[in-house]
Structures are given as C-alpha cells and as structure tokens.
C-alpha cells in the first residue's frame, strides 16, 4: 500500500501565503510523477500543479494558468515529499487540494494514489 498524508491547508486572508505539504509512505519503489489538484464544491477535481520525479537535477513543472507566478510546487529534500506554495491566494482558490503521486511499488505494480485531501479556505 501507498499512502500519502497532506497538510498545511487552513483558513487565509486574500492576498495571503499557505503551503502544503504532501509525504508519501509505505510499497514505493519509484515516484515518477507528483501533482497537486484541488475540487471546489460543485466542480470537478482540476489538475493544480505538476512535478516529473526523472531527469535529475532538473524538473519539468507544469501549472493550471489560473495559478501561474502564484504557486510553486517542489520536492522536498526527502524523495517521498511534495511541496504546493501558494501566494496571492484568491477567493476563487478556495477548494480540497488534493496531492497524487504516481510510481512503483517494490516488487510490485505501478500505483497511483491520493491523499485524503486538506481544506483551503480563502475569505475575509
């Protein structure tokens, strides 16, 4: 099994900062790839932010427009950690974020999961 616990999230002024983080624990063998979504109610859960785990030291990162030169995602110094900064949070950024990881197990398939989601609320 694979879980991931995220964290961080809360309640923020607009115009304020939050980061998330996302650790991953359990069968990993590899992470090729990490990303944080996010489902507001009523929508449907949208890709937020994306990191490929190959090609060392360089990353390709890839963000939904509505949060680009806002957020940043990043590995932590440990292999099994994700990072969501988020500046000049909006009111429209308030959602569940969601982190995802996908890889492979030792020994075993490839495995695509999530975590349990943090809450993100964005108001005066």
């Known amino acids: 099994q694979v879980q991931l616990v995220e964290s961080g999230g809360g309640l923020v002024q607009p115009g304020g900062s939050l980061r998330l983080s996302c650790v991953g624990s359990?069968?990993?063998?590899?992470?090729?790839?990490m990303g944080w979504y996010r489902q507001a109610p009523g929508q449907q859960r949208e890709l937020v932010a994306f990191i490929s785990a190959v090609g060392r030291p360089d990353y390709f990162t890839n963000y939904a427009e509505s949060v680009k030169g806002r957020f940043t995602i990043s590995r932590g110094n440990t292999e099994n950690t994700v990072y969501l900064q988020m500046n000049s949070l909006k009111p429209e950024d308030t959602a569940v974020y969601y982190c995802?990881?996908?890889?492979?197990?030792?020994?075993?398939?490839?495995?695509?999961?999530w975590g349990q989601g943090t809450q993100v609320t964005v108001s005066s």
């Open positions: 995802n990881f996908r890889g492979a197990r030792l020994g075993g398939p490839a495995f695509n999961s």
């Open positions: 359990g069968n990993i063998a590899t992470i090729n790839a």
